[in-house]
């Protein structure tokens, strides 16, 4: 009974996370004049895969690594399959051309080189350095290019017009985007423990836990947020959205 109570309730506060923080994205982007892509493929994707990092950490400390590494690859696997069709269902999902030159070329070569790395059966500690040094300068390179980007443009203006931005409502869309996230978490953590502890009852072993009912649990937030950005049709958050989180678990989940 208090597992499925923990099902809705966690339900509940995912679709009120998901939209406090696509409605505060949406808007920072404008005001920080960084492209509504790069939003999505860094801070909403950093923020709806912070349960797949907390559950792969706690895992990792648990020396359960079957479940880090399912959590991982099932989480890639429902991103792409489950989240990315279901918002092309909802909503038509224009594909920028930064997504098909940069960021899912990049996407499938750290897949393969994580399978690379893990033929051997071990990914070692100086291997998971490499994966967290990797998206730190893949965050700096995609902020800076955005940012580069925005300023060219600026300076096509007509006229010596300068673009004024937004910036009053910023400590706003800041506040929805923590609250959000924060929601976010809360509900996927509650879904989780109720799904965890129902497939635990019925004898599921561990790895098939991770790449199944955690997997796709962890992967809540980011349908979530997709759905909502697809339906608002914020289309590049909702691809970016997807993309930025498979990058942020081959090296920031895996890495730590």
Same mark, same amino acid.
């Given at each position: 009974?208090?597992?499925?109570?923990?099902?809705?309730?966690?339900?509940?506060?995912?679709?009120?996370?998901?939209?406090?923080?696509?409605?505060?994205?949406?808007?920072? @982007?404008?005001?920080?004049?960084?492209?509504?892509?790069?939003?999505g493929l860094t801070v909403v994707s950093y923020g709806t895969s912070a349960p797949e990092l907390v559950t792969g950490v706690i895992a990792a400390a648990r020396a359960e690594p079957g479940i880090v590494i399912g959590n991982v690859?099932?989480?890639?696997?429902?991103?792409?399959?489950?989240?990315?069709?279901?918002?092309?269902?909802?909503?038509?999902?224009?594909?920028?051309?930064?997504?098909?030159?940069?960021?899912?070329?990049?996407?499938?070569?750290?897949?393969?080189?994580?399978?690379?790395?893990?033929?051997?059966?071990?990914? @070692?500690?100086?291997?998971?350095?490499?994966?967290?040094?990797?998206?730190?300068?893949?965050?700096?390179?995609?902020?800076?290019?955005?940012?580069?980007?925005?300023?060219?443009?600026?300076?096509?203006?007509?006229?010596?017009?300068?673009?004024?931005?937004?910036?009053?409502?910023?400590?706003?869309?800041?506040?929805?985007?923590?609250?959000?996230?924060?929601?976010?978490?809360?509900?996927?953590?509650?879904?989780?423990?109720?799904?965890?502890?129902?497939?635990?009852?019925?004898?599921?072993?561990?790895?098939?836990?991770?790449?199944?009912?955690?997997?796709?649990?962890?992967?809540?937030?980011?349908?979530?947020?997709?759905?909502?950005?697809?339906?608002?049709?914020?289309?590049?958050?909702?691809?970016?959205?997807?993309?930025?989180?498979?990058?942020?678990?081959?090296?920031?989940?895996?890495?730590a």
């Amino acid at each position: 009974m208090i597992a499925f109570l923990l099902l809705v309730v966690g339900l509940a506060l995912l679709v009120a996370g998901a939209e406090l923080l696509v409605r505060g994205a949406a808007s920072a @982007a404008l005001a920080l004049g960084i492209s509504p892509l790069v939003i999505g493929l860094t801070v909403v994707s950093y923020g709806t895969s912070a349960p797949e990092l907390v559950t792969g950490v706690i895992a990792a400390a648990r020396a359960e690594p079957g479940i880090v590494i399912g959590n991982v690859v099932g989480s890639n696997i429902f991103n792409v399959l489950a989240i990315l069709g279901l918002a092309a269902v909802l909503a038509p999902l224009p594909v920028d051309r930064q997504l098909l030159r940069v960021d899912v070329p990049l996407m499938l070569a750290l897949s393969l080189a994580v399978w690379l790395v893990c033929v051997d059966g071990m990914l @070692a500690g100086w291997e998971g350095a490499l994966l967290l040094a990797g998206i730190l300068v893949y965050t700096v390179v995609t902020v800076r290019r955005s940012r580069r980007a925005a300023a060219e443009l600026e300076e096509r203006v007509s006229d010596g017009l300068r673009l004024e931005l937004p910036r009053r409502h910023l400590g706003r869309d800041g506040a929805f985007v923590l609250a959000g996230l924060a929601l976010l978490v809360w509900g996927a953590a509650w879904l989780v423990q109720g799904a965890t502890e129902l497939a635990r009852v019925f004898g599921v072993g561990e790895l098939v836990i991770g790449l199944t009912v955690v997997a796709a649990g962890t992967s809540l937030p980011e349908l979530a947020t997709s759905v909502v950005a697809a339906l608002r049709r914020h289309t590049d958050i909702a691809v970016g959205n997807v993309v930025g989180s498979n990058i942020f678990n081959l090296l920031a989940v895996l890495g730590a």
